[in-house]
């Protein structure tokens, strides 16, 4: 069964103050692992889709890299706008797996100013 | 360009009531997903539909139900509700093209409350 696991459950910044979110997953063939920004009472907001190991993508103060087991989301000088839930999911490969995410519970961050 | 629609994005039901809840998808995009989210599980799948065909089910009773239209419009029903159903209800839509990436975009969501 595929499984993400997100850490810290909850980070507190102060504005400037760069820092990285954990995503660790298993999952028999990885077809692409999503991030996504949740902001309260809204839909998550798609960031960024990597697919295989080594690949990185970056979005503003956003930077996603991708090993075999795990992601990583860098925030480089955040700002109190980047304040949000985080959110990692995987897409495995093969049969009706193709066609589902499957969630990790988020990280809460909040940016002080 | 628009994104996903879901409507409607509240509503209110009675314990054993049924309730039925819409999703357009994002304009070229032929697969449809909804997820529950609630505070203690987070995001689960529901089900999956491409050309009106559903091609995977999450782990949830037979009371979740959904279909697609021909314009890839969906709609989920949940008969019989329980207090347990309230969450919010979100759609996605990709265009499920491999060769040219994969971007799963979600809706705004339809927050569902039993009483």
């Known amino acids: 069964e595929d499984q993400v696991t997100q850490s810290p459950e909850a980070l507190r910044l102060q504005e400037g103050e760069s820092s990285s979110l954990n995503c660790s997953y298993t999952?028999?063939?990885?077809?692409?692992l999503f991030w996504y920004r949740q902001d309260p009472g809204k839909g998550p907001e798609f960031l960024f889709t990597?697919?295989?190991a080594g690949e990185e993508k970056e979005k503003e103060r956003l930077k996603a890299t991708l090993t075999k087991k795990e992601s990583f989301l860098h925030i480089t000088a955040p700002k109190p706008e980047d304040s949000a839930t985080y959110l990692c999911a995987v897409q495995a490969a093969g049969g009706g797996s193709n066609y589902k995410l499957t969630f990790g519970k988020g990280t809460l961050l909040t940016v002080n100013p | 360009k628009a994104g996903v629609t879901q409507t409607p994005r509240y509503l209110i039901k009675t314990r054993g009531q049924q309730v039925t809840l819409s999703c357009s998808p994002i304009?070229?995009?032929?697969?449809v997903s909804w997820y529950q989210q609630t505070p203690g599980q987070g995001l689960q799948f529901l089900f999956e539909y491409f050309s009106e065909t559903q091609r995977n089910k999450g782990n949830f009773p037979g009371r979740f139900s959904g279909r697609q239209f021909s314009n890839s419009r969906s709609e989920m029903n949940v008969s019989t509700l329980e207090l347990g159903d309230s969450a919010l209800y979100l759609c996605?839509?990709?265009?499920?093209?491999?060769?040219?990436?994969?971007?799963?975009?979600f809706g705004e969501g339809s927050w569902l409350t039993v009483v």
């Open positions: 996605a839509s990709s265009l499920d093209d491999f060769h040219s990436g994969n971007t799963i975009y």
């Open positions: 990597l697919y295989s």
């Open positions: 304009s070229g995009h032929r697969s």
């Open positions: 999952v028999s063939g990885l077809r692409g």
